[in-house]
């Protein structure tokens, strides 16, 4: 009785050493250069809708069932979709626009798991008619998914995807 005491103890132990050390926050982007001026870039950028065009997620599920309210490309327009296992169900909800600077959405996460992360995405003039487009959220680890990311990375996770998206938006806005 006093083994399995000990063997239960040092597990409680192992799991608050772990949520202790595990990172507490996550931010991933990734950033690309477009041949178009940042205005350009910018009023299509903003608009949820676009997003089917050059999104990765948008390719893994084309028959995901998508709904939109409020007024696109302003604080308040919510994207809601629901799809198959790969992109599973949540909607992104358009929170502040820095005009011809940067969007900042609110992505709320509903299957397979609950999370909400905070994504966003900003240009900027590099010159020569080009635009520097970086895409990037971020968020909290929540406990127990915090002792996840110890043995599994975010930017791992997602970090292709966005280089997947940008790569497409580069060629849908540069034809």
Same mark, same amino acid.
């Given at each position: 009785?006093?083994?399995? &005491?000990?063997?239960? &103890?040092?597990?409680?132990?192992?799991?608050?050493?772990?949520?202790?050390?595990?990172?507490?926050?996550?931010? !991933?982007?990734?950033?690309?250069?477009?041949?178009?001026?940042?205005?350009?870039?910018?009023?299509?950028?903003?608009? &949820?809708?676009?997003?089917?065009?050059? =999104?990765?997620?948008?390719?893994?599920? /084309?028959?995901? %069932?998508?709904?939109?309210?409020?007024?696109? $490309?302003?604080?308040?327009?919510?994207?809601?979709?629901?799809?198959?296992?790969?992109?599973?169900? $949540?909607?992104?909800?358009?929170?502040?626009?820095?005009?011809?600077?940067?969007?900042?959405? %609110?992505?709320?996460?509903?299957? /397979?798991?609950?999370?909400?992360?905070?994504?966003?995405?900003?240009?900027?003039?590099?010159?020569?008619?080009?635009?520097?487009?970086?895409?990037?959220?971020? $968020?909290?680890?929540?406990?127990?998914? =915090?002792?996840?990311?110890?043995?599994?990375?975010?930017?791992?996770? !997602?970090?292709?995807?966005?280089? %997947?998206?940008?790569?497409?938006?580069?060629?849908?806005?540069?034809?």
């Amino acid at each position: 009785m006093a083994t399995l &005491l000990y063997i239960l &103890l040092g597990i409680i132990v192992l799991i608050l050493f772990l949520a202790i050390i595990a990172p507490k926050t996550y931010d !991933v982007s990734r950033s690309i250069e477009i041949d178009r001026s940042k205005g350009e870039v910018f009023n299509y950028l903003k608009y &949820l809708k676009n997003m089917d065009e050059w =999104s990765p997620w948008a390719k893994k599920d /084309p028959d995901m %069932e998508k709904k939109f309210t409020g007024t696109d $490309g302003e604080s308040g327009a919510v994207s809601y979709w629901n799809g198959n296992k790969d992109v599973g169900e $949540g909607e992104q909800e358009i929170k502040k626009v820095v005009d011809g600077e940067r969007i900042e959405s %609110e992505l709320r996460f509903l299957k /397979p798991w609950k999370s909400t992360s905070d994504c966003y995405t900003k240009v900027a003039d590099v010159g020569s008619g080009k635009t520097k487009v970086t895409w990037g959220f971020s $968020g909290n680890n929540k406990f127990p998914m =915090s002792i996840m990311t110890l043995f599994m990375s975010m930017d791992k996770m !997602v970090g292709k995807d966005f280089e %997947e998206g940008l790569a497409t938006l580069k060629t849908v806005l540069e034809k």
